[in-house]
C-alpha cells in the first residue's frame, strides 16, 4: 500500500511570506488585541485590590487614611482609588494621564501620572516612608506599604492570552 502526500509549495511559500509580512508590522495586533487585553489585565490589578499584581492583596487603608477619604466623599471608593486618575492611566484607552507607545514590534502601556511633578506611582508601586502630611511634620516618619499595581511577571493566564492571540494573528491574520 503506497500513501501519496502533495504539497503546493506555491501555497507554503505564499503563506509564509504573508506571515512574515504581518510579523514584520505587529501594529494591528498590539492596537486590537494587546491593548484591550493589557488594559483588562489592569482592570483586574484594582478588582482585586492587587492581588493579581502580587498573589496577596494590597495592605489595607490605616483609619486615618479612611476618615480622610470618608471627609472627601470618598468612602466607598477601594485601595488607590482616591481620585481614580492612576487607575484610569492604565485602564482607559486616550486618558491623559497614559503613558501608551506603540511601535511596529513593542507596545507599553504604562502611566505617566504625577502629582504636582512628584511620580506617585512609584511611591505607590514600591511603598514609601512618609514624613508630613498635607504640609504638617509628622512627629514620628511612618512606613507607607507597597501596593503594587504593575505585576513584576505577567500572570500566566494573559502570557498565555497573548501567546495564543499572537499565534493566529501571525497565521491567519486574525484579530480576535
Same mark, same amino acid.
Given at each position: 500500500?503506497?500513501?501519496?502526500?502533495?504539497? =503546493?509549495?506555491?501555497?507554503?511559500?505564499?503563506?509564509?511570506?504573508?506571515?512574515? =509580512?504581518?510579523?514584520?508590522?505587529?501594529?494591528?495586533?498590539?492596537?486590537?488585541?494587546?491593548?484591550?487585553?493589557?488594559?483588562?489585565?489592569?482592570?483586574?490589578?484594582?478588582?482585586? =485590590?492587587?492581588?493579581?499584581?502580587?498573589?496577596?492583596?494590597?495592605?489595607?487603608?490605616?483609619?486615618?487614611?479612611?476618615?480622610?477619604?470618608?471627609?472627601?466623599?470618598?468612602?466607598?471608593?477601594?485601595?488607590?482609588?482616591?481620585?481614580?486618575?492612576?487607575?484610569?492611566?492604565?485602564?482607559?484607552?486616550?486618558?491623559?494621564?497614559?503613558?501608551?507607545?506603540?511601535?511596529?514590534?513593542?507596545?507599553?502601556?504604562?502611566?505617566?501620572?504625577?502629582?504636582?511633578?512628584?511620580?506617585?506611582?512609584?511611591?505607590?508601586q514600591?511603598?514609601?516612608?512618609? +514624613?508630613?502630611?498635607?504640609? +504638617?511634620?509628622?512627629?514620628?516618619?511612618?512606613?507607607?506599604?507597597?501596593?503594587?499595581?504593575?505585576?513584576?511577571v505577567?500572570?500566566?493566564?494573559?502570557?498565555?492570552?497573548?501567546a495564543?492571540?499572537?499565534?493566529?494573528?501571525?497565521?491567519?491574520?486574525?484579530?480576535?
Amino acid at each position: 500500500m503506497d500513501i501519496a502526500l502533495g504539497i =503546493e509549495l506555491d501555497e507554503v511559500l505564499a503563506f509564509s511570506e504573508e506571515a512574515a =509580512e504581518r510579523l514584520a508590522d505587529l501594529t494591528p495586533y498590539w492596537e486590537s488585541v494587546a491593548d484591550p487585553l493589557l488594559r483588562g489585565l489592569y482592570e483586574e490589578v484594582w478588582a482585586t =485590590e492587587g492581588a493579581l499584581a502580587t498573589g496577596t492583596p494590597w495592605a489595607p487603608l490605616t483609619p486615618t487614611t479612611l476618615a480622610l477619604k470618608a471627609r472627601r466623599g470618598r468612602a466607598n471608593m477601594g485601595t488607590l482609588r482616591d481620585s481614580d486618575r492612576l487607575r484610569d492611566s492604565l485602564t482607559k484607552r486616550g486618558d491623559p494621564g497614559q503613558l501608551r507607545i506603540v511601535t511596529s514590534d513593542a507596545f507599553f502601556l504604562g502611566t505617566a501620572v504625577t502629582n504636582e511633578g512628584a511620580p506617585y506611582p512609584a511611591f505607590l508601586q514600591r511603598g514609601w516612608t512618609m +514624613h508630613s502630611i498635607f504640609g +504638617h511634620e509628622l512627629a514620628e516618619p511612618r512606613p507607607v506599604p507597597a501596593r503594587p499595581f504593575v505585576p513584576e511577571v505577567l500572570p500566566d493566564a494573559w502570557a498565555e492570552a497573548i501567546a495564543r492571540t499572537i499565534r493566529a494573528y501571525l497565521a491567519t491574520g486574525a484579530l480576535a
